[in-house]
């Protein structure tokens, strides 16, 4: 991943950059972070880069004409078509979808702003994503670049270790994380919960996932109302369920199963609510069970529902019943097994953004 960061105060970039895990990835050439000093691209003589407002009012507005060629430089190194995020209070909030979205990218250029701000036609003309990194004002755009290349880079292959790495984190599927706890088993008559020291693997997950709940309700309220309880379904051969139950780990690290190819199931059905997210995958080879079509008894109430066909140019047969039967066909994933499987975080992150916009 490489970064181009556009501001008045490189020094600032630099050295925050270059210690500890982004440092290290740097020295280990996994991300590269490119400064870009917009002074350098000024008109002025005095090598200015701001004015006064037009409209009177305090404060000074960075000019549009040095701003664009220090993007345009940028942007040669790049190529065009690379996203330009300008940083500022009026963007949308820096969330962890959009941290991964982000780190899907090859490069970034993200445009730091200062003063009371820049010309509102130089952003028109070239800035693709307004991101904020909180409801609060800073002095310049260089601390919020920063957090987003810090978050971005965490998702870099090999900018953390194993140790340090993560499949999932604290609000990647909108919760919490449980609390942690590390040696001494008691410290000032505070003792690690038992349970984690039971070796229970199964207790554990239970345990982790009740203290994330209850941690997310106390803490984060308005979470825990946009997180969706996902359930896998598939119904066929043994790829479609691998492929289905990796897209339901990539969207939900405490998501569950449901295997359509046992009879049983498929006569109990399920009902799924409104805040479920029912990924369901059925492969295309697989023939009807004499029961009937596997997800007849699956009902929703406008549930959101995906639909992961692994056959190129086709769409699944589920999708028209499945909306009878209260559901909302949120997205349909279809094409080859391998692009499916090679892609899955990609649908994953795809699949939260639409619950974002639910
Ligand atoms: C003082 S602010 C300008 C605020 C501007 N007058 C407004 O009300 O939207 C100067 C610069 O800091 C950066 N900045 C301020 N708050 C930020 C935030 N919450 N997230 C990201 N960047 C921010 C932006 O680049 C902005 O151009």
């Given at each position: 991943m490489?970064?181009?960061?556009?501001?008045?105060?490189?020094?600032?970039?630099?050295?925050?950059?270059?210690?500890?895990?982004?440092?290290?990835?740097?020295?280990?050439?996994?991300?590269?972070?490119?400064?870009?000093?917009?002074r350098?691209?000024?008109?002025?003589k005095?090598?200015?880069?701001?004015?006064?407002?037009?409209?009177?009012?305090?404060?000074?507005?960075?000019?549009a004409?040095?701003?664009?060629?220090?993007?345009?430089?940028?942007?040669?190194?790049?190529?065009?078509?690379?996203?330009?995020?300008?940083?500022?209070?009026?963007g949308?909030?820096?969330?962890?979808?959009?941290?991964?979205?982000?780190?899907?990218?090859e490069?970034?250029?993200?445009?730091?702003?200062?003063?009371?701000?820049?010309?509102?036609?130089?952003?028109?003309?070239?800035?693709?994503?307004?991101?904020?990194?909180?409801?609060?004002?800073?002095?310049?755009?260089?601390?919020?670049?920063?957090?987003?290349?810090?978050?971005?880079?965490?998702?870099?292959?090999?900018?953390l270790?194993?140790?340090?790495?993560?499949?999932?984190?604290?609000?990647?599927?909108?919760?919490?994380?449980?609390?942690?706890?590390?040696?001494?088993?008691?410290?000032?008559?505070?003792?690690?919960?038992?349970?984690?020291?039971?070796?229970?693997?199964?207790?554990?997950?239970?345990?982790?996932?009740e203290?994330?709940?209850?941690?997310?309700?106390?803490?984060?309220?308005?979470?825990?109302e946009?997180?969706?309880?996902?359930?896998g379904?598939w119904?066929?051969?043994?790829?479609?369920?691998?492929?289905?139950?990796?897209?339901?780990?990539?969207?939900?690290?405490y998501?569950s199963?449901?295997?359509?190819?046992?009879?049983?199931?498929?006569?109990?059905?399920?009902?799924?609510?409104?805040?479920?997210?029912l990924?369901?995958?059925?492969?295309?080879?697989?023939?009807?069970?004499?029961?009937?079509?596997?997800?007849?008894?699956?009902?929703?109430?406008?549930t959101?529902?995906?639909?992961?066909?692994?056959?190129?140019?086709?769409?699944?047969?589920?999708?028209?019943?499945?909306?009878?039967?209260?559901?909302?066909v949120?997205?349909?994933?279809?094409?080859?097994?391998?692009?499916?499987?090679?892609?899955?975080?990609?649908?994953?992150?795809?699949?939260?953004?639409?619950?974002?916009?639910?």
């Open positions: 490489n970064y181009y960061v556009l501001t008045l105060f490189p020094e600032m970039i630099r050295q925050a950059a270059g210690t500890s895990i982004l440092g290290r990835a740097i020295r280990g050439g996994r991300i590269q972070v490119h400064t870009v000093n917009i350098d691209y000024s008109v002025n005095h090598m200015r880069v701001d004015d006064y407002p037009y409209g009177g009012g305090a404060g000074m507005v960075m000019e004409e040095p701003v664009c060629r220090a993007i345009e430089a940028a942007e040669r190194e790049t190529g065009q078509g690379t996203r330009v995020v300008y940083l500022t209070p009026q949308k909030v820096l969330n962890q979808t959009v941290v991964e979205e982000l780190a899907g990218e490069n970034l250029i993200l445009l730091c702003g200062h003063y009371e701000g820049i010309d509102e036609r130089v952003l028109e003309e070239k800035v693709t994503d307004y991101i904020s990194i909180g409801d609060y004002v800073l002095t310049g755009g260089e601390l919020g670049a920063l957090v987003l290349i810090d978050a971005v880079s965490r998702f870099v292959p090999g900018v270790s194993n140790e340090e790495s993560a499949q999932f984190e604290s609000l990647q599927d909108n919760l919490l994380e449980y609390p942690h706890y590390t040696r001494p088993e008691e410290w000032r008559r505070k003792k690690v919960p038992e349970v984690l020291l039971s070796g229970d693997h199964r207790r554990i997950e239970e345990w982790r996932r203290k994330s709940l209850e941690r997310t309700r106390e803490r984060r309220p308005d979470l825990l946009r997180s969706f309880q996902v359930t379904g119904f066929g051969g043994e790829n479609c369920g691998v492929l289905v139950r990796s897209l339901t780990d990539a969207v939900s690290r998501g199963c449901l295997d359509l190819n046992r009879k049983k199931i498929r006569r109990q059905g399920r009902v799924f609510g409104e805040r479920e997210l990924i369901l995958g059925l492969d295309p080879e697989a023939e009807t069970p004499e029961d009937g079509r596997p997800w007849r008894n699956l009902r929703g109430r406008g959101p529902l995906v639909l992961v066909f692994p056959k190129a140019g086709q769409e699944p047969p589920a999708a028209e019943e499945m909306e009878k039967q209260g559901f909302r949120l997205t349909v994933f279809s094409g080859s097994l391998q692009k499916l499987s090679e892609e899955t975080r990609e649908y994953a992150i795809q699949i939260r953004k639409n619950l974002e916009n639910l």
